[in-house]
């Protein structure tokens, strides 16, 4: 199968448009499929058409649907301005309906494509030779844009807010940048996904640029009549190579009073974001404080489910609980303010989310983090690394989650 995924993942990078989503070996009771591919080459919403008509199309598409939202995305239903968007970077949101979809679970493989004879796709698939490690390879040197005193000073600067008043919690993030670089897109994230597989993991391109996402935490999913959201607050480093010192960073994570109440606040932004969408009485809290580990990190991951309430449209259920509270902080519209205010670049794609629509409007989509977004035509490589601030936070202690959560995306090798 793993031969297949990287024919699958090869064969997505021929077209303008490719979304393809593996949960690697991370399938839960949530999971609906192993891996999710699809591949367009026209845009389902014209350029510059407002959130509000493009939702008319996502609601009146009767096909699969496949895309992204920015960060930003959402701003104007907070009465916040968004950024102009840069030719080069990523729009506010986009989405396309694929020619052909590919799923992979347990039962097998699934093919379903426009093409009148979907035997001739499996086989140009199945027929693409798989691709070889490089062999002279270099570590890529990524830049700060926010020094370490700087970012000092910023996280200084949020918990003066948070003792004043203005928030409870913002999390804050900061961007690293390598610039002269040419690397093959597929072959990086393979090399991502040897290192640090990750349940939410994507390969997204949008034409000459791509996301490269290795990501753990799902933002929010539709099945049926129910919402489920999966918010992760609560980090700490591993030690695979010493299980008993890794059953003790365990320890440490779940006794932690910052990481808790970190994770418990986020929950409690979650469910009043879907009480307002959701039945009355039927929002709960079905896992508080879960622990899961992944390659580099142990996390703490909540679930929020809720029924929604008849008649809820696309747009009521993204307009009510986007940016996830997970990455943004308490309470929402002030830390989207503060967020514009104290970062050193706008967001972009990082922090967004990628996924999936279904004819029956059913979704899944993730969290952009542990991402790298490479721009071809810039050679340019770059990513962010946040955290959750609170008034017990500590600065050096917050610097070094981030250095941590990026330990990942920093080994990634491209040819000399």
């Not at 959130?51 to 239903?77: C, M, N, P, R, V």
């Not at 490269?212 to 959201?229: I, Y």
């Not at 979704?363 to 721009?375: G, P």
Request: charge should be negative; hydrophobic fraction near 35%; proline fraction near 6%.
């Amino acid at each position: 199968m793993d031969v297949f995924r990287q024919q699958l993942l090869t064969w997505c990078n021929q077209f303008p448009y490719a979304c393809l989503l593996d949960s690697r070996e991370f399938i839960t009771a949530y999971s609906e499929v192993e891996l999710l591919a699809a591949v367009g080459n026209i845009p389902l919403i014209p350029p510059g058409t407002s959130i509000e008509k493009g939702f008319q199309y996502l609601e009146q598409t009767k096909d699969w649907i496949f895309g992204h939202f920015g960060y930003h995305a959402f701003h104007s239903y907070y009465q916040l301005s968004q950024p102009e968007i840069d030719a080069a970077d990523f729009s506010h949101y986009f989405f396309f309906c694929p020619e052909t979809v590919v799923q992979i679970q347990q039962e097998g493989i699934t093919l379903s494509t426009f093409h009148p004879n979907p035997a001739t796709v499996f086989e140009e698939i199945t027929k693409i030779q798989p691709a070889s490690p490089l062999s002279t390879q270099q570590t890529i040197a990524f830049e700060p844009l926010l020094s370490k005193a700087e970012y000092l000073h910023q996280i200084a600067e949020i918990i003066s807010h948070i003792k004043r008043g203005d928030c409870y919690e913002l999390n804050f993030c900061q961007p690293f940048e390598a610039k002269n670089i040419v690397l093959d897109p597929t072959d990086a994230f393979r090399q991502l996904m040897q290192i640090s597989p990750n349940p939410f993991s994507c390969f997204y391109k949008q034409n000459d640029r791509y996301v490269l996402c290795a990501s753990p935490e799902r933002f929010l999913q539709k099945k049926g009549n129910t919402l489920r959201s999966q918010p992760i607050k609560g980090t700490i480093k591993r030690n695979i190579s010493d299980p008993v010192q890794d059953n003790l960073l365990k320890e440490t994570l779940l006794s932690s009073p910052k990481n808790r109440s970190e994770n418990i606040m986020v929950v409690d932004l979650v469910r009043n974001d879907l009480s307002t969408i959701c039945r009355e009485g039927t929002v709960r809290v079905t896992e508080l404080l879960g622990l899961y580990s992944f390659p580099q990190v142990h996390q703490l991951i909540s679930t929020v489910e809720g029924a929604l309430q008849p008649g809820t449209t696309l747009l009521d259920i993204l307009s009510h609980t986007f940016p996830m509270g997970s990455m943004t902080g308490a309470p929402k519209k002030r830390v989207l303010e503060l967020i514009d205010e104290v970062e050193p670049t706008y967001r972009g794609i990082y922090s967004g989310s990628i996924g999936y629509i279904k004819p029956n409007k059913d979704f899944d989509f993730n969290v952009v983090i542990r991402s790298l977004v490479y721009l071809p035509q810039q050679q340019l490589l770059r990513f962010h690394v946040g955290g959750g601030i609170t008034a017990g936070s500590d600065p050096e202690q917050e610097y070094d989650e981030c250095l941590l959560k990026g330990k990942a995306l920093q080994q990634i090798k491209t040819s000399e």
